[in-house]
């Protein structure tokens, strides 16, 4: 069987997720899109990284995006905890809020941005 790959789709493979998060700048305009992706499980999360309660990118320190257990993604600006499965806020400044999601597909051990993801939109909508 036969799999085609679009691969300005790919974003990485799923085992650089073995730290369980990693994020992306995507698109060249002046206003690219921030991305991380999280590993749940066996199940894979996009999200803009963007936090719903200031706007501040997540991972004040680059490429941290989980608690220390790994169990929540933390926004390290105000210490906003959210669901990893979901971006639901629990705990912080935001509670109740949500990131905004990123719909990924998972091929032949890499991780994708979903057919039809518009990045240009999704950064015009995370400003
Ligand atoms: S910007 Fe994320 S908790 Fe304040």
Known sequence: M???LDLERVLCRLAD???GARGFTLGGRDWPLRIFVVK???????????CPHAGHALDLLPQ???????????????????EKSTGYCV????????LTPV???????LVLLDEGVDVDALAGAAR
């Open 2 to 4: 036969t799999v085609e």
């Open 64 to 82: 941290r995006f989980l608690t220390a257990d790994g169990s929540l993604i933390l926004c390290s600006s105000h210490g906003a905890l959210f």
């Open 17 to 19: 997720l073995a730290g």
């Open 103 to 109: 719909p990924l597909q998972v091929s032949c051990g």
């Open 91 to 98: 705990a912080g400044p935001c509670a109740g809020a949500a």
């Open 40 to 50: 749940s499980g066996e199940t894979v999360h996009g999200y803009v990284n963007r």
